[in-house]
């Protein structure tokens, strides 16, 4: 961990990067003196005790002088007759107006306001008496939420006090259901608010999980947040502790606490109480109820791909024996299964499982069939993935080798085999061979007329990366323009929560070539509009490779340009990833060998060392050793890495020793 302090070390504190289309920013409150703001608190929560004892009278003038001390005196003037509303209607504009841009503080200041107006109404309403209802101060809710986000715990517990000392439940267990919401509301929103609802959650939970608790119902709704949020942070058993409390006592655990239980490595324990949630007998031969469930409870997105597996490997056998290749639950398992090994740096694992779907697939429908040409793109993908790349061109030519024939190069399956066998013959340092495939087939897909703008997109890229390769840096650029001119403008650029959109490919593979020719800063604002679009969808994992990947392109850019936001935001990735899941992870080294390349192009080769030793530590250890005696030639391109990774740190010595 020192190495990793050492690369923290470079830290840099920075504004936060301006949105893509930043809202306006909100109309300001200057904040109280801290005894003048303390004591309308005071005032606003004694108004809320005596409101909600039934005393109406009595909190009246408690709240009018809160408002007294906390709001301009030409505002509190107008709060009666008609212009109250003007009033209440302008303090609500400002506090939607922070809301939007996230200013909590100046949030809670104009929802203290909102509160204290719905307040003084409901002690003044003509004609009512007794306790209010929690409809009546559910803007206090809403004020101590803003609260917690803006770290003000202290003063939204002191809020939140006379509800949970009312004789009547029905406040604590509003208060409690409205933060749960709130909670789950917040986390969904994604991106840079999931920090937010973590301290959230912590909060409620430790206002409302407390002896003779009122609201057990919404505090399990808590606690299910809180696992969530603790599984996307790698706290496996930490989401599964609160999964746990999720659930009403004698209930089963649910799918997503049994799944972590996959993902701890209790592949067993979480089998058989599978077994018994299907009314099977813990620990009897795996029947198809038990195992239909236990792909449902793969299902539960979050739990990591050692969780998947661990399941996957145990269905697949049953569903071979039992299921034909007709059967959807077969195809997809051994398909799913297949390509996690794939993902996961297994391929060799997933070469005999497609080997044996295909043979399924081609003698059912035929070996021109999409059912079996699926599988032979997927066996492709596992066979390059072993660095068996001439194998791998025989298998894409055999879909290429289709579209010719049919002139079709429309679906799918012709796309990725002309990407395949580019990739290939790239691989094998075959340059002139790609450039001539690439251009016949960008001359095929050129004159054909039923070709989508975006698979058009995907066959210049392809032609690009050729080019590229070559050393045609300008005519690379020229396709990837070209790409980019047939997809969505930066205006209308709409990132769907999918990995293959060719808007994003194209804008990455334009801003690559101009960071390759030394124009880092006009691909900084191509790299800064990925990363914002794709922040910007909820439904894209925060943690998930789609972003990751557009963060670390980044900061390369920041950092090749010298700027030391890009350090910053390399440095956090890299503390993240080596403690999430340490320091010999394939996720560490996705930062630190980048981070170690951008460091060593921009000059600061010092400043290299610490990512490069990171990156050399990690491909010499027990996880990345290859049998070099078998010379598999999957151990064969581990050695390539490590290879490559001990010339980083060489060169990055070197260069050092030289300053």
Do not use: C
């Amino acid at each position: 961990m020192r190495i990793t302090v050492l690369a923290l070390g470079l830290l840099v504190a920075l504004p936060a990067p301006a949105q893509d289309a930043a809202a306006p920013p909100p109309v300001q409150l200057p904040a109280l003196p801290p005894e003048v703001q303390a004591r309308a608190d005071t005032l606003l929560i004694q108004g809320t005790q005596h409101l909600v004892a039934g005393r109406r009278a009595d909190a009246a003038p408690l709240v009018r002088e809160a408002l007294a001390l906390a709001a301009p005196a030409e505002d509190v003037a107008q709060l009666q007759g008609m212009t109250q509303f003007d009033v209440y209607s302008r303090w609500l504009e400002g506090r939607s107006a922070a809301m939007k841009v996230r200013d909590f503080a100046t949030f809670a200041r104009w929802a203290w306001r909102t509160s204290a107006f719905n307040l003084l109404r409901a002690a003044e309403r003509n004609g009512e008496t007794g306790p209010v209802t929690p409809d009546d101060v559910d803007d206090l809710f809403y004020m101590s939420y803003g609260l917690v986000l803006a770290g003000e715990e202290d003063r939204a517990t002191a809020f939140l006090a006379p509800f949970l000392a009312a004789p009547d439940p029905a406040f604590e267990i509003a208060f409690a259901k409205d933060m749960a919401q709130r909670a789950v509301s917040v986390q969904n929103w994604g991106g840079q608010d999931k920090p937010r609802a973590a301290r959230l959650v912590a909060f409620a939970i430790a206002a409302f999980d407390r002896p003779a608790a009122r609201a057990p119902d919404a505090v399990r709704d808590l606690y299910r947040v809180q696992g969530q949020i603790l599984r996307t942070a790698g706290d496996f058993a930490g989401a599964r502790a609160a999964f746990a409390k999720a659930r009403k006592p004698g209930t089963p655990p649910a799918d997503a606490e049994l799944a972590l239980m996959f993902a701890l490595g209790e592949v067993d324990a979480g089998i058989r109480a599978v077994q018994q949630a299907v009314g099977d007998t813990p620990g009897s031969a795996l029947s198809r109820r038990a195992a239909d469930r236990l792909i449902e409870v793969a299902g539960q997105s979050g739990s990591g791909n050692a969780a998947t597996i661990a399941i996957y490997e145990r269905v697949w056998p049953l569903y071979r024996r039992t299921l034909k290749i007709d059967d959807l639950p077969l195809q997809n398992v051994g398909s799913v299964l297949a390509n996690l090994y794939v993902e996961t740096g297994d391929p060799a694992k997933a070469e005999p499982i497609l080997i044996d779907l295909l043979a399924l697939a081609e003698k059912r429908w035929g070996p021109e069939s999409n059912g079996a040409l699926m599988f032979v793109l997927e066996l492709a993908a596992s066979v390059e993935a072993q660095n068996r790349l001439a194998e791998a061109e025989l298998l894409y030519r055999r879909i290429w080798a289709l579209a010719l024939r049919y002139d079709i190069y429309e679906p799918d399956d012709a796309r990725e085999a002309f990407e395949g066998i580019t990739r290939s013959l790239l691989g094998r340092g075959l340059v002139g061979d790609a450039l001539a495939f690439t251009a016949d087939g960008i001359a095929r897909v050129r004159a054909a007329k039923d070709i989508n703008a975006w698979r058009r997109m995907f066959y210049l890229l392809a032609r690009a990366d050729a080019l590229e390769a070559s050393g045609a840096l300008a005519d690379a650029e020229a396709h990837a323009r070209e790409a980019l001119a047939l997809g969505d403008s930066d205006e209308k650029m709409n990132i769907a929560a999918m990995f293959d959109d060719p808007n994003v490919f194209a804008r990455a593979r334009l801003a690559h070539l101009l960071e390759r020719q030394g124009r880092a800063a006009q691909a900084e604002p191509i790299r800064r509009l990925l990363l914002a679009r794709i922040e910007g969808n909820d439904m894209i994992p925060w943690e998930g490779e789609y972003r990751t990947a557009a963060l670390l392109a980044l900061a390369a850019n920041l950092t090749l340009q010298g700027k030391p936001e890009g350090s910053r935001r390399f440095a956090e990735r890299l503390d993240a990833s080596t403690r999430i899941y340490g320091l010999d992870s394939p996720q560490m080294l996705a930062v630190a060998e980048p981070f170690a390349r951008a460091l060593l192009q921009s000059g600061r080769a010092a400043a290299a060392l610490a990512p490069a030793r990171l990156a050399l530590a990690a491909r010499t250890s027990t996880r990345f050793t290859g049998d070099a005696i078998r010379a598999n030639l999957s151990d064969l391109a581990l050695a390539r890495k490590r290879t490559e990774a001990a010339r980083l740190m060489v060169e990055a010595a070197w260069k050092a020793s030289r300053r």
